[in-house]
């Protein structure tokens, strides 16, 4: 299986690679005819990028979760906040969901908060252009609108926004910290009221911070050191981990840790991937954050979606920290001028554009190019993924038939002179 994978992988990438060439080539002289910049308003990408990053251990590690789910209480999903929407996995959530009302809880936790849109206080590492002129979403309004959406669900018993560092405070000033969190835990733990206390189980995408969640859980409600393996890519979790205790159990000499039973424990899972993303863009922006291992997506694919966000947001982020005269649209223009910055050069000082696009995706990744999110978070597009997430789950095998024979009938559509409906679905 594992063979198979890395054919499409590596076929896939080829394409991307192609595309990102010929989108260079179409967006390179996209200026107004005063000779102004135009960024570009809408991101052309390859329908041949590569749709899935769904591996073996995904598929077993789901199954196991099946497996297990019966004895657990509690299911923390985390989601990166950067990409709310697109980090959420409905396969995972129909495969772990409650069949009844106070069945099993769950958690909803936005992670990496820091990292996106600010809620008023700009500093100097990020735009105010971006926002104040409407094209970007400011991080007051994505909270406030996910937590209406969530609060209709019958079995989301919180949301909470964290940062990546232990005790870092939501960016819109709520105190949504890993305090906080521990006591919402023990608010359900105390619910269901067992005596042998209760386990939780934490899920998400890919490198959505699961682990990282947990250590911090366990320091914060332990004192103990970290008890799950940690990186910055994914795939660093492989199995289901043996359940980790990080809140104490029911004592005769506290009264606060009455209801608790035995305590609460907690088991990671690995990340677990969407079986086919059928939108190439979403693709994009989980390559973007990291949820996608580096490298599956060629890095200057990733370094051009990232310049179409921050000539979007504000040109002037990379424009002074790289020394570019003006801002571009081409993605080797821009990749030149970082990697002649940072000394991201080969052999006989030719530069190493690969290379300055690793260095450029991991500074935004850590939030030195800017803050901000890469979808939209509205009514409306909280809706539109409801609904995509109704349609049944298909193997990107099946995927691409279908998609083949929707290019034919396209072709077929054209022959005849009859115009495709709006959207482009011929299906």
């Known amino acids: 299986m594992s063979g198979t994978i890395t054919g499409k992988v590596a076929a896939g990438a080829t ?24 960024p570009r308003e ?5 329908t041949q990028i590569t749709r899935s990053y769904y591996l073996g251990h995904h598929a077993s590690a789901l199954n196991k979760m099946r497996q297990t789910i019966s004895n657990v209480g509690l299911i923390i999903e985390c989601r990166d906040f950067r990409v709310p929407i697109c980090s959420w996995n409905p396969l995972l959530e129909r ?58 669900s019958y079995t989301t018993k919180d949301v909470m926004f964290l940062g990546t560092s232990a ?17 919402s835990i023990k608010r359900i733990a105390r619910e269901a009221d067992s005596l042998t206390g209760m ?22 409600g332990m004192g103990l050191p970290k008890a799950a393996q940690t990186g910055a890519t994914p795939g660093v979790t492989r199995k289901i981990g043996t359940p980790v205790r990080i809140i104490v159990g029911e004592s005769a000499d506290d009264p606060s840790t009455a209801g608790l039973g035995e305590g609460v424990f907690i088991m990671d899972t690995p990340g677990v991937f969407i079986p086919y993303v059928s ?23 990733v370094a051009d979606y990232l310049l179409y966000h921050l000539n979007l947001v504000d040109p002037k982020l990379y424009t002074r920290k790289f020394d570019l005269g003006k801002p571009t ?3 080797h223009e821009f990749l030149r001028a970082v990697a002649t910055r940072t000394g991201k050069l080969r052999k006989g000082s030719e530069l190493n554009l690969e290379n300055a696009a690793d260095w450029v995706v991991q500074a935004w990744r850590r939030g030195d190019l800017g803050r901000f999110a890469l979808e939209r978070v509205t009514e409306e597009t909280l809706a539109q993924a409801v609904e995509k997430a109704r349609e049944p789950t298909v193997s990107i095998s099946q995927a691409r038939k279908r998609e083949k024979e929707q290019r034919k009938v396209a072709q077929q559509m054209k022959w005849a002179g009859i115009t495709a409906p709006p959207g482009g679905s011929v299906a």
């Open 95 to 152: 495969s772990l969901a409650a069949s009844a009302a106070g069945e099993r809880s769950r958690i909803i936790v936005y992670t990496k908060h820091d990292l996106g849109p600010p809620s008023g206080n700009f500093s100097k590492e990020t735009s105010i252009e971006g926002y104040t002129n409407g094209r970007y979403q400011g991080g007051k309004d994505m909270v406030k609108t996910l937590k209406k959406y969530h609060k209709n």
């Open 329 to 331: 649209n081409d993605v």
């Open 199 to 220: 386990r939780a189980m934490v899920v998400g995408m890919p490198n959505s911070g699961k682990s990282t969640l947990l250590n911090r859980l366990r320091a914060k």
């Open 42 to 46: 809408v991101y052309e990408s390859s």
């Open 279 to 301: 939108d190439p863009e979403d693709m994009l922006r989980l390559a973007l954050v990291g949820c996608v291992k580096d490298g599956v997506i060629p890095s200057v694919t």
């Open 15 to 38: 394409a991307a690679v192609t595309s990102a060439v010929e989108n260079v080539a179409r967006t390179a002289t996209s200026l107004t005819a005063g000779g102004g910049f135009a």
């Open 167 to 183: 005790g870092t405070r939501s960016r819109n000033d709520a105190p949504n910290n890993d305090k906080h969190l521990l006591e």
